[in-house]
């Protein structure tokens, strides 16, 4: 103990500290794909950011006041008519559908006017990437991988999750245009939905529909918490932040090889400019026919995954 102004201070021997362990081949590239530089990329447009929360908030609206039209709860004193409790409940409901509908239309024509991330083929897996990206992604999941799949965007799970909620969506729609057609005054423009009624069989069919898929939505609500929060944690690429912001951090290479960090990948990048914008850095890689970093033998120049349409 050492004695300093009365004061005893315990003696505290340095030990040397052991150098890490090696990670092992397996997992070499697992640490390769989180190199110290991350690029600022700017993902999630104005209208993806906005019909997200405005499908969000309206779903929560017409959830709340769609258990009351089936099941009333409140009861006031005195003639009913005199409240107006369930006439202003449906009214709610009415213009928080009207959100609803629009929000889900602007998504959809988005997904042929947005950015390279938002475009309609990150939620249909055409490419070759995406396709090939489905079961390991699926794996990744299920926790029986450990690598997560690199897409900057949605990744080809995500985005046939999305593709399913946004068909439901519109199934939502329609279901609700012909049960509100019902009661609508003569000569009302929703009148032009009643031929959905048959193809639904029936009003009562269109009701059950409609139930159902609420609560399949509001499942998906817990689910989409959940994959958020883990993808967040795990790539720590401000999944969640990006929401509010529009950007996520991530390493280069993702940008350059989305989706490929399950593979081994030949080429070099010699050259990537940090952009605050997504269009501009996938432009600036340039794949050379040299080794890889891995030690690969010399092979023909590899394309530059992450060109433009990629993510």
Known sequence: MN?????????????????????????????????????????????????????FFSIMTLAATGFYIGTPFISVPGEAGDHFVMGTVKVVHSYAAIVFALAVLVRIVWMFMGNRFALW???????????????PTVKF?????????????????????????YGLCLLEIATGLALYQANAEIGSWTKAFEFLVPLLGGLQGARWIHHVIMWLLLGFFLHHVYSALLMSQIEQNATMESIFSGYKFVPEEDLLYSGYRFRPRTGRVTKVRRSDTAEEAPTQGVAEGRSSPTGAADRPAAPVDGTPGEG
């Not at 690029?39 to 906005?50: A, F, G, K, T």
């Not at 249909?124 to 079961?135: S, Y």
């Not at 991988?145 to 999750?161: D, E, I, Y």
Request: include cysteine.
């Open 121 to 135: 083929d990150k939620f249909l897996p055409v490419r070759e990437r995406r396709w090939k990206g489905l079961w």
């Open 141 to 165: 999941y299920l926790f029986a991988r450990r690598k997560p799949p690199g897409f900057v965007g949605h990744n080809p799970v995500a985005g046939l999750a999305y593709l399913l909620i």
């Open 3 to 55: 004695v300093r102004q009365g004061v005893l201070e315990p003696q505290v021997k340095a030990r040397p500290r052991k150098p890490p362990a090696d990670p092992g081949p397996a997992d070499r590239s697992f640490h390769r794909a989180y190199p110290e530089h991350l690029v600022r990329v700017y993902v999630w447009e104005i209208p993806v950011r906005l019909c997200h929360w405005l499908i």
